[in-house]
């Protein structure tokens, strides 16, 4: 099996910058999709950014020129790079991801992780 852990959110002034990490582990043969989904209180989950093992990245347009997805295929790591941050970016910011590990094919969430941007 495997498992993906985020790094640590935080508090941000609007206009700022925060990078998020999530690290995926365990008995993994390949990961395909690596992404970032959020929650706003009340709402959807919503596709952030992905990014594929080639390397192609897809954003939604309210990130898109903002935000920054990239991956260490290496270390099995994925990286959200977010700038000029707004208030409506305040979320919980899930990684996901799917990996192929010995448990066959599946789509692994992590925990979650706050960001909180203040106006």
């Known amino acids: 099996h495997a498992q993906l852990v985020e790094s640590v959110g935080g508090l941000v002034q609007a206009g700022g910058s925060l990078i998020l990490s999530c690290a995926a582990s365990?008995?993994?043969?390949?990961?395909?999709?690596l992404g970032w989904y959020r929650q706003a209180p009340g709402k959807q989950p919503d596709l952030v950014a992905a990014m594929s093992s080639a390397g192609s990245a897809n954003y939604a347009d309210s990130v898109q020129d903002r935000f920054a997805i990239s991956r260490d295929n290496a270390k099995n790591m994925v990286y959200l790079q977010m700038s000029s941050l707004k208030p409506e970016d305040t979320a919980v910011y899930y990684c996901?991801?799917?990996?192929?590990?010995?448990?066959?094919?599946?789509?692994?969430w992590g925990q979650g992780t706050q960001v909180t941007v203040s106006s």
């Open positions: 996901n991801a799917y990996i192929y590990s010995a448990a066959g094919l599946r789509h692994y």
């Open positions: 365990g008995n993994i043969f390949s990961i395909n999709v």
